[in-house]
């Protein structure tokens, strides 16, 4: 099927999630390198979950917002990002986001996120994306970061992260105009 591009950066576009998608993405839900930083690290996916995760997404897209990473130089997807919990009374979304980890450090999620808030500031028309981070995830820490998001707060000692113990969670705001 052909893929469709919503928002085309240098490296990395933002495009359709397409169902022949799933299986790779199921493939990195269940990888730990990736899942010990995003919600619920112990978690395992059966490959139905994740078809039932992505019809639940499309048939939810006034709530949720997913889109594929795709790759500029080979077209493949290379990771998914999503606006989530879209609350257009009080303007405001969700962002969470991974790469497969072989993409990993070469500037692909720092350029997605900057494209996840044009569409959410410019397209959907939000004040303010949050996000939310543990402590010891140094990376994504500095993807937020360097895409302008100022950390506003912090449960201490507040999830159970394997190879890290208890863990902060730390808060993350991205104001349209900053
Ligand atoms: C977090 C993640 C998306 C980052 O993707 P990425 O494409 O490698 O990120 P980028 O290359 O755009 O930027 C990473 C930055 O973090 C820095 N970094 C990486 N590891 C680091 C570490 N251990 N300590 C400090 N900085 C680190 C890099 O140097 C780079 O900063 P720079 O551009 O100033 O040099 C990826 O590691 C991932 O998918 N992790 C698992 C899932 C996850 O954590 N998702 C986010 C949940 S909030």
Redesign the pocket.
Same mark, same amino acid.
Do not use: P, Q
């Given at each position: 099927m052909i893929r469709q591009i919503v928002l085309r950066g240098k490296k990395v576009s933002l495009g359709i999630l397409l169902k022949e998608d799933i299986p790779k993405v199921w493939l990195w839900y269940n990888d730990r390198?990736?899942?010990?930083?995003?919600s619920s690290p112990d978690a395992l996916f059966y490959f139905e979950d994740e078809m039932e995760w992505y019809e639940r997404v499309r048939r939810e897209k006034e709530r949720h917002r997913v889109f594929g990473i795709l790759e500029n130089r080979s077209d493949g997807l290379v $990771?998914i990002l999503g606006l989530h919990g879209i609350d257009f009374k009080n303007g405001y979304a969700e962002?969470?986001?991974?790469?497969?980890?072989e993409?990993? $450090?070469?500037?692909?999620?720092?350029? &997605?996120?900057s494209l996840a808030l044009t569409y959410a500031f410019e397209w959907i028309n939000l004040r303010k994306v949050i &996000?939310?981070?543990?402590a010891p995830?140094?990376?994504?820490?500095?993807?937020?970061e360097?895409n302008g998001f100022i950390l506003v707060g912090r449960l201490r000692e507040h999830v159970y992260v394997p190879g890290h113990g208890f863990v902060d969670v730390l808060f993350y705001e991205r104001f349209r105009n900053i």
């Open positions: 390198d990736i899942r010990r930083f995003l $990771g962002l969470g986001y991974f790469l497969a980890k993409f990993w $450090g070469k500037g692909y999620a720092t350029e &997605a996120v &996000a939310r981070v543990y995830n140094k990376a994504s820490i500095r993807v937020l360097k």
